[in-house]
């Protein structure tokens, strides 16, 4: 390939990555020694999460929902928020939040997958509660971090050309992979019969966690955007922050172009 060709292809490459990784780049400062775009873009996405962090988390079961049922198999995906009373793991508390939000479908039998979605820049000691509660009690479950920040940018804001070159890189949410593990682990009997349930959760089990059951929701359950990102405010009570809405739209875009999904629908 020509060595002209780089530069462009470097140029590509950076505007694919730049919805995600804006706000990790650049100087502090900029010329006139104020804070740069990039401080700013950091800045606000920490305050985005700063009403999740001015109190412990606690388990809340009104925001426990079932999400899907495995088929043929006796798992269920469920999504809440995150699974702790004064610091430590609420496995009772958990259960039982479970249990009556699945109703009749709660399996006799059941192992726990615990699918976090905090990150550990700034949630790192609840992150570590969870993964040492799992690590003490493996024949209860297991846990999976996988940490979900949004988007920085609006794909609205992009020309279609544009756009559909962005959406070729999965950004920092990984989005696909952790949908396809999800929807494999539901729909996976075990070997030994018992029931995998799992949970998905952030702190507040509103935002990230609503962004990413709203994905699974259409890519897997056949919803249309319009649906999934209603029935997320609907759990919340209220709007997703941007960044979530955010991270929304782009999926909702690579669902619809890249895949031709029919039933993604408008986005606005």
């Given at each position: 390939?020509?060595?002209?060709?780089?530069p462009?292809r470097?140029?590509?490459a950076?505007?694919?990555?730049?919805p995600?990784?804006?706000?990790?780049s650049?100087?502090?400062k900029?010329d006139?020694?104020?804070?740069?775009?990039?401080s700013?873009?950091?800045?606000?996405?920490?305050?985005?999460y700063g009403?999740e962090?001015?109190?412990?988390?606690?388990?809340?079961?009104?925001?426990?929902?079932?999400v899907?049922r495995?088929?043929?198999?006796?798992n269920?995906?469920?999504?809440?928020?995150?699974?702790?009373?004064n610091?430590?793991f609420?496995?009772?508390?958990?259960?039982?939040?479970?249990r009556?939000a699945?109703?009749?479908d709660?399996?006799e039998?059941?192992?726990?997958?615990?699918?976090?979605l905090?990150?550990e820049?700034?949630?790192?000691?609840?992150?570590?509660v969870?993964?040492?509660?799992?690590?003490?009690?493996?024949?209860?479950?297991r846990?999976?971090?996988?940490?979900?920040?949004g988007?920085?940018?609006?794909?609205?804001?992009?020309?279609?050309?544009?756009?559909?070159t962005?959406?070729?890189?999965?950004?920092?949410?990984?989005?696909?992979?952790?949908?396809?593990?999800?929807?494999?682990?539901?729909?996976?009997?075990?070997?030994?019969?018992?029931?995998?349930?799992?949970?998905?959760?952030?702190r507040a089990?509103?935002?990230?966690?609503?962004?990413?059951?709203?994905?699974?929701?259409?890519?897997?359950?056949g919803?249309?955007?319009?649906?999934?990102?209603?029935?997320?405010?609907?759990?919340a009570?209220?709007s997703?922050?941007?960044?979530?809405?955010?991270?929304?739209?782009w999926?909702?875009?690579?669902?619809?172009?890249?895949?031709?999904?029919?039933?993604?629908?408008?986005?606005?």
């Amino acid at each position: 390939m020509p060595l002209a060709s780089f530069p462009r292809r470097r140029a590509i490459a950076a505007l694919g990555l730049f919805p995600w990784i804006t706000a990790c780049s650049g100087d502090d400062k900029d010329d006139r020694d104020e804070p740069s775009e990039a401080s700013r873009d950091r800045d606000e996405l920490g305050r985005s999460y700063g009403p999740e962090r001015l109190s412990s988390p606690r388990l809340d079961p009104s925001l426990v929902r079932l999400v899907a049922r495995g088929n043929g198999t006796p798992n269920l995906l469920m999504r809440g928020n995150a699974p702790l009373e004064n610091g430590r793991f609420a496995y009772d508390g958990l259960v039982a939040a479970l249990r009556a939000a699945a109703g009749s479908d709660w399996p006799e039998r059941f192992r726990i997958v615990d699918v976090c979605l905090m990150n550990e820049i700034v949630e790192g000691d609840e992150v570590d509660v969870e993964r040492r509660y799992w690590e003490a009690h493996p024949d209860r479950g297991r846990f999976i971090h996988h940490p979900i920040f949004g988007a920085l940018t609006d794909p609205a804001d992009y020309p279609s050309a544009l756009r559909r070159t962005v959406e070729r890189w999965s950004g920092l949410d990984r989005m696909d992979d952790l949908l396809r593990e999800l929807d494999s682990m539901l729909n996976t009997a075990a070997s030994d019969g018992v029931a995998q349930v799992l949970f998905v959760h952030c702190r507040a089990g509103r935002d990230r966690t609503g962004q990413t059951i709203a994905s699974y929701d259409m890519r897997y359950q056949g919803r249309s955007y319009r649906e999934a990102i209603s029935n997320a405010e609907q759990v919340a009570g209220r709007s997703l922050v941007r960044f979530s809405r955010y991270g929304t739209a782009w999926y909702a875009h690579k669902l619809a172009d890249r895949l031709s999904l029919p039933t993604i629908g408008p986005i606005p």
